[in-house]
Each structure stands twice: as C-alpha cells, then as structure tokens.
C-alpha cells in the first residue's frame, strides 16, 4: 500500500492537476501509518513548480501545507479505529 | 501487589525512527532552504524525459480524438474559421502598416528593442503547476537568462523566466497572487501598478475618473509596448475616487502550448 501510494503520488506530481495529488497525500495519509514521504513531497512540489516569490511571498507553501496534514490526520488515525 | 513496569522496547524504537525520519526531513528541507537549485536540477532532467513522453501520448490521443469527429462539424468549423481568418486579414493589414509606421520612427530617434526572440515547448503549465508558473524546454544551452521576458500569441507579455537550468527554465507568470507589476492602460495612458490574482488574472487600482471601461487594453510599458491584459470589469464605488479594475491576460495560461522568449544579445 505504502509503494502503490508512492507511485500514484509521484505520478500524480508529475501529470495530474496540483489538487489531485493533495487529495492523494490526504488519502494515503489516511490509510498508511506513518506517512513521512508526504512532507518530502511537499518539498518536491514546491523545488519543482515554486519560485522564490512562492504565493504572496511564501515559497513553501506545500512543504507547510503538507506537514500540518501529516501532523492532523497523524492525531486523527491514532484516536480513531477500525 | 506491586508489579515494576517493564521498559517499552517498541515504543522506544519507534520514537527512535521517527526522530531519525524528522532530522532526515529537516535536512532535506535545509537542502531546498539554501541551495533552491539543487532538486530542480536532479529532477527536471528525470522529470523532462517523462514530461516529453506524456506529451507525445496525449498527443496521440488528441489527434486519434480529432479523425473521428463528425464531418458535418468539421465542415461548420471549417466555414467559421474561413470567415474568421478573412476578418482578422484585413485587422492585420492596418495592424501591419501601423507597426512598420512604429518602427520606422523608433529607429529614426535611435531607439528600437533589442535581443532575439527564441520559440520554446511549454512542458508543464498549470493546473499540474500549483504555483502560477510553466517549464519550457529551453534553457542556458539555448542563451536563457533570469529576467527574461515571457510572450504568448506572439505579443501578449505573460511572465519572465526566474529559473534557468541546462535544458530547462522556469516562467513564473506575472499573474502569480500578489506580484505587482507596473502597467499603463492604452486608452487613457493611465498608469498603475497590477497585482497578480493567480490563474492569469489581475487587479488594479486607478483614479474613478481616469475612463478607464471594460475591453480597454493593459499594455506593458516599454520601447515596444505588448499588450498586457485586457479589462474584464470595472467596479468604482460612488463614496471612493478610486475604481478597483480587473483585468485578465489574453493568453489563457491553461492552454499554453509554446511560448517565445526574448533573449539578451
């Protein structure tokens, strides 16, 4: 699950629209443990696509972005169970 | 009875990669923090060959979708085109003339623009681009510099390259959400400065009374003007002075295939 989630998201990176590879991190963050590879993907989006004026003078907008929905859905998986 | 607790080997193992992924993170993140030309130039030649390849499918796929539209719809099109093409032959006949005209007196007064104009593939543009940006496949083997202007439709200025690697660069667009640029609105020679809403779109701020209307022209000014946007809405509010004008770039930025680039000599 954890490779498949990889592929499809760096695929996603590479071809799909920005929003869907979002939903994909929140999805494979939901559903594997420990996601860390969701911040580095932020990093890569934002390496590969930002510049240094970023969005309203933030550069790494995904690499925040992604972190804060490591950490929540990181408390979201541990107190709910099924 | 007393049992002592027994120490929790898992729990500290996990801890213990989880702070090892952390510093792994953290350092990855120092990397793109003071050197932001290290992924992109690993990635872009990586991700330029799949880039090229998923081009070239879709490619397919457009073409293969094209031969089996119904004829009757391609000969309305055909006709429709046809007549478009006779109306824009004789705009472009005064817009000719005009422009020679312009050029003829720059050079008389010594003044005309300088740099070439090199034509280049747009590899990846938004919505897969989250950030008001595109890849094109030219870059420093081709003379690219930072800086450089960015056009579409042959004189709609749409951005400047900010990234330049080997066969690669990045074009942050000039609609980019809070990037100002300064412009002048070709009807009333108004000028003001442009912020960027995203998505090809701007707003502006000029005096209620400059006669500034929607379908005006927002050119970019320099020796060779180029048309910047054209004025979608104005909103002027009876208590202000000031009117809030929105404008949008004639080139639709989602649907940019080549852009031309204009080159220092």
């Known amino acids: 699950m954890r490779i498949a989630g990889n592929i499809g998201i760096a695929v996603s990176i590479l071809y799909l629209p920005w929003w869907f590879s979002v939903i994909f991190i929140i999805g494979v963050c939901f559903s594997v443990p420990k996601f860390y590879e969701a911040v580095v993907y932020g990093i890569l989006i934002d390496a590969l696509y930002g510049t240094k004026f970023g969005l309203y003078g933030f550069s790494y907008v995904f690499t925040g972005v992604f972190i804060i929905i490591f950490l929540v859905l990181s408390v979201i998986r541990r107190r709910l169970s099924w | 009875?007393?049992?002592?607790?027994?120490?929790?080997?898992?729990?500290?193992?996990?801890?213990?990669?989880?702070?090892?992924?952390?510093?792994?993170?953290?350092?990855?993140?120092?990397?793109?923090?003071?050197?932001?030309?290290?992924?992109?130039?690993?990635?872009?030649?990586?991700?330029?060959?799949?880039?090229?390849?998923?081009?070239?499918?879709?490619?397919?796929?457009?073409?293969?979708?094209?031969?089996?539209?119904?004829?009757?719809?391609?000969?309305?099109?055909?006709?429709?085109?046809?007549?478009?093409?006779?109306?824009?032959?004789?705009?472009?006949?005064?817009?000719?003339?005009?422009?020679?005209?312009?050029?003829?007196?720059k050079a008389a007064l010594g003044r005309k623009p300088e740099g070439d104009v090199i034509l280049a593939v747009v590899l990846v543009r938004p919505p897969v681009s989250p950030y008001d940006t595109i890849i094109i496949d030219r870059g420093t083997r081709d003379g690219l510099e930072a800086g450089n202007m960015v056009y579409a439709l042959g004189d709609a200025l749409i951005g400047e390259v900010t990234e330049v690697y080997a066969g690669k660069s990045k074009v942050a667009f000039f609609s980019t959400p809070g990037k100002k640029t300064n412009i002048a609105f070709d009807d009333s020679s108004t000028r003001a400065e442009a912020t960027g809403r995203g998505g090809g779109n701007f707003s502006a701020v000029a005096p209620a009374n400059s006669g500034i209307k929607e379908g005006d022209t927002v050119i970019f000014p320099d020796i060779e003007p180029h048309v910047f946007g054209i004025v979608g809405k104005v909103v002027v509010d009876s208590a202000d002075s000031f009117s809030n004008i929105f404008f949008r770039s004639p080139a639709n930025i989602h649907d940019i295939r080549f852009v031309e680039v204009r080159i220092s000599p």
């Open chain 2, 1 to 105: 009875m007393i049992y002592l607790k027994r120490s929790n080997t898992a729990l500290k193992k996990s801890r213990k990669v989880t702070a090892i992924v952390v510093f792994f993170l953290i350092v990855l993140y120092a990397v793109h923090f003071f050197f932001p030309r290290f992924y992109p130039s690993i990635f872009y030649p990586l991700a330029g060959f799949a880039w090229t390849a998923e081009k070239s499918v879709v490619g397919w796929f457009s073409r293969a979708g094209n031969t089996i539209k119904s004829k009757s719809n391609l000969t309305l099109e055909n006709e429709r085109l046809t007549a478009e093409i006779r109306s824009n032959e004789i705009s472009l006949l005064l817009l000719e003339s005009l422009r020679r005209e312009n050029e003829e007196l």
